[in-house]
């Protein structure tokens, strides 16, 4: 059992207790993390005289081939380290000899891991705000493409009013936008760094803690050494803004499984992104759809666990914090693969405007616009409003739409219905006169669809920002 504090111990860790402590079969993700926060860590002893410039070399070299031995499976990291600290000290000592023993000065393994999962999550928040900036490039393109592609809007699951489907997309566009808008402030509001704090209380080695920090990219040091290493606040938030991302998946989801379903029939998905029946031939079954939905929960989880582990915990660090980790990565990896899988399947998905124009049509959903006629004729709304209820009741005993009511049927209502009625509640009419910011409307969707391109073609990135 490779350990760093064996020297205070005269018997060995027993092997289920060592197993139980052992962080190194998830941890060894943060490999790349390790020797990037070394690296700097020795560079920086280096400048400050703590090290010399030829010992430095030497670790640096020793940690680079490592990290390549590793990449090409020459190298592999084994259950026989305590966790990737362990592997990476062992190794480097292994490779270059005593001078490896120097990489530990002036830092302790708590400020070690805050700083390899700050890195880590950092990576992963630009990645992730890479991937949803995909998914809305998909989602614009689908916009402009239906403008005038015709659906029911709807609220509490019943028709309401028409709508088009670029419309519809776009509220989803808004909410993934507002997902990006929450990676970046977590980004800045994660950025400093811990290195340097030791296990709690700072180092007595005279340490550039600005220079290590300028040297990986942060801010600057987190100001605070037991703060530094005992602060899991990043990790709760982002794992709170990627299940806020699956919510907003898992409703879209959810419409995705019920346009799919024979009785809407208003989307059909490709057969790469659908599954079948072992023993019913004609299922065509939205399983990605319904997986992103259910996985949902498993990124709720990770949440609920880290704010469990944390919530009793006395300054600084504690064992419980290794608890921050399979958690969080399990939701990393869960919250890229549906973004990739669902963004691939809704841009691949058909879309039958026909079907979804009919159901708008056959729902009512142009009798607001109905009742405004009427007030356009002078009619107080609240009488126009009770007419138009007397005309779908009529329209559900006759099996009509409104728009297939005769004049004198609708004259039988009230006179003051006239030949302009139908062209008045046409959909392309109800559509196109909500012409407000926001609105459905052609002119207001492209004037929406113009601010949101050019929103996706100047942004640079996180790093850039």
């Not at 709690?200 to 300028?214: E, K, V």
């Not at 409003?385 to 297939?404: R, T």
Request: proline share 2%; with cysteine; glycine share 8%.
């Amino acid at each position: 059992m490779a350990q760093l504090w064996g020297g205070r111990f005269t018997r060995e860790t027993d092997r289920l207790a060592y197993r139980f402590n052992a962080s190194i079969g998830f941890d060894k993700r943060l490999l790349q993390q390790d020797i990037e926060g070394s690296i700097a860590h020795v560079t920086m002893l280096a400048k400050q005289g703590i090290l010399l410039i030829g010992e430095k070399d030497r670790i640096v070299e020793g940690l680079t081939g490592i990290r390549e031995d590793v990449a090409c499976g020459r190298l592999q990291i084994t259950e026989e380290y305590e966790d990737i600290h362990s592997f990476v000290e062992a190794n480097l000592i292994a490779r270059i000899g005593e001078v490896g023993k120097k990489l530990h000065t002036g830092r302790s393994r708590n400020d070690q891991v805050a700083l390899d999962m700050r890195l880590y999550v950092r990576q992963e928040i630009v990645e992730t705000d890479g991937l949803l900036k995909g998914f809305l490039e998909m989602l614009l393109s689908l916009m402009e493409e239906h403008l005038e592609t015709y659906m029911p809007g709807f609220t509490h699951l019943q028709k309401a009013q028409p709508t088009t489907l670029a419309h519809h997309l776009g509220a989803y566009f808004e909410m993934f936008k507002r997902d990006r808008l929450r990676m970046r402030d977590i980004f800045k509001r994660m950025n400093f760094c811990p290195l340097g704090s030791g296990a709690l209380a700072g180092t007595t080695y005279p340490l550039d803690r600005d220079y290590t920090a300028a040297l990986m990219g942060f801010e600057g040091p987190a100001l605070n050494s037991m703060d530094a290493v005992s602060d899991r606040d990043y990790l709760i938030e982002f794992l709170s803004a990627l299940s806020t991302v699956m919510m907003h998946l898992s409703r879209f989801a959810e419409e995705v499984i019920v346009w799919n379903s024979n009785e809407y029939g208003f989307v059909e998905i490709d057969d790469t992104y659908s599954t079948g029946s072992s023993i019913m031939p004609q299922k065509k079954n939205p399983d990605i759809a319904e997986l992103v939905r259910g996985k949902t929960g498993r990124v709720y989880g990770a949440l609920m666990g880290i704010l469990t582990t944390m919530k009793g915990l006395p300054l600084a660090y504690n064992k419980d914090m290794q608890e921050d980790k399979e958690g969080t990565f399990d939701a990393i990896d869960t919250v890229k693969d549906c973004l990739t899988l669902f963004g691939a399947m809704v841009g691949t998905m058909k879309f039958r405007k026909d079907v979804m124009a009919r159901s708008a049509m056959e729902g009512f959903t142009n009798a607001t616009d109905a009742a405004d006629y009427l007030v356009g004729k002078g009619v107080p709304f609240r009488d126009a409003h009770g007419i138009i209820g007397q005309m779908v009741l009529y329209c559900i005993a006759q099996n009509k739409s409104i728009e297939e009511l005769t004049l004198s049927e609708l004259t039988s209502l009230s006179s003051a219905f006239g030949e302009d009625f139908y062209g008045a509640v046409s959909l392309k009419t109800c559509v196109e006169k909500r012409l407000t910011t926001g609105a459905p409307g052609v002119s207001a969707m492209q004037e929406v669809i113009e601010r949101n391109r050019k929103y996706i073609s100047q942004d640079q990135g996180i790093f850039e920002n």
